[in-house]
């Protein structure tokens, strides 16, 4: 889990998208505080933050020498203000991973549309990004290209072919040098898909592998250009290994608007979409949106806390650690204990294999006693890939076998949540499809505070 912070002229002008035109003396911020955004998105158990670097309206939150639509022209610290080395700072200090947002769109260059735009302002602001504010975790890219904007004046509308203009091979290859752990997100990937929606869930059916379309036959995707859909729950026979990410803000709006203070999202509402993105396999990157101090609004902050906190009971025990393991199939042998965190304890890349032609069988945990739980953790060896189909899960009740669940692909990971707590002291994982023997690393049982 990380978060997309959104701060700028939209914050000052209450809009969603600025047109380009902003006065940078506009952005004011009096109490600007990095520790206070990051510190609320790690206590909410978030690892990291996206910092929105330049949105569309081209304002950059940094010094930037390609253009002087710059934080240097407000009168935030007399114009020696560096937002995004405010940010790196906070990070390297509460030990969060810090990823850069750089829209590809520029409503405020007069050059967009242009092959200078791409080469002397776009990939050089890249450049600074990644050369002065690393190390970088993931390197972020939107699918909003063109438009009508300021562009320098003429005030027109500007498109251009978003599969070709940016020459994303080239472009891709900036941070793939100067941040080679990043990950690169984008319609298209390379590395991370979108998931196709901003409500922040993937599907039901969540696959890694991904081959992205474009919407016209015969041409080639680009980010803006795919069709969205299919991120959602990926394909089976995807040609790239592509996990999803699942954004949403923590508001109606990715900025600050102050008649949205009271709607943020309430804890639980957090909780529901971490176990539809996180519980299906995908990342969750949660919009937050500092208001015209600096800071996020209590409300705001107070969510994260809630959720953190959440989050941090549910998973702090695992109910079947200690439970007796009676396995089919199982190189070595049929009974195995539960180590801390992984399905064997003997060492920490562990896992259950079953044997090569054996695609179907059940693992029994015996918990010794009756134990309440509502939440059924399943991860696989990622490293051998995706391979589980379906699932399903039955817990034992006056000596029978009853089913309380079912799940298709698992992946990473994969969280089922049951619609109210059951008592068992026995449970019994069933795999009912996979085209290859099975390599599941983790089955845990949890129990959310108050259930």
Known sequence: MYCLIHFGPDTYTDKEWGYGDEDPRIITPTEFSAMQIVGAAKAGGFKGIVVVAKHHDGFCLWPTKTTGHNISQSPYKNGKGDLLQEYRDACNKLDMKMGVYCSPWDRNSALYGKPEYVTEVYRKQLEELYTHYGPIFISWFDGANGGDGY??????????????????????????KLQPGAVLFGDVGPDVRWVGNERGHAGETCWETYTPHAPDAGKEPGNGYTKDHEGTEGQRDGKYWMPAECDVALRPGWFYHKDQDSKVKSADTLLSLYYQSVGRGACLDLGLSPDRRGLLN??????????????????????????????????????????????????????????????????????????????????????????IEEVAIDASRDGKWEQIATATSIGGNRLIRLPKAIVASKVRLRITKSPVCIALSDFGLYREPGK
């Open 151 to 176: 562009y320098g004046g003429a005030r027109e509308v500007r498109k251009i072919d978003r599969s070709t203009y940016y020459g994303w091979p080239v472009t891709w290859a900036i941070p793939r």
């Open 298 to 387: 209590d409300n705001d902050v107070n969510a994260l806390k809630q959720f953190g906190k959440i989050i941090n009971e549910t998973f702090a025990v695992n109910l079947a650690k200690g439970a007796t393991l009676t396995a089919s199939n199982v190189r070595g042998g049929n009974k195995l204990k539960f180590g801390p965190q992984h399905l064997l304890d003997n060492d920490r890349y562990s896992y259950w294999a079953t044997d090569d032609k054996v695609t179907t069988p059940e693992l029994i945990a015996d918990l010794h006693s009756s134990t309440t739980f509502n939440i059924i953790r399943l991860r696989e060896n990622i490293k051998l890939g995706q391979r």
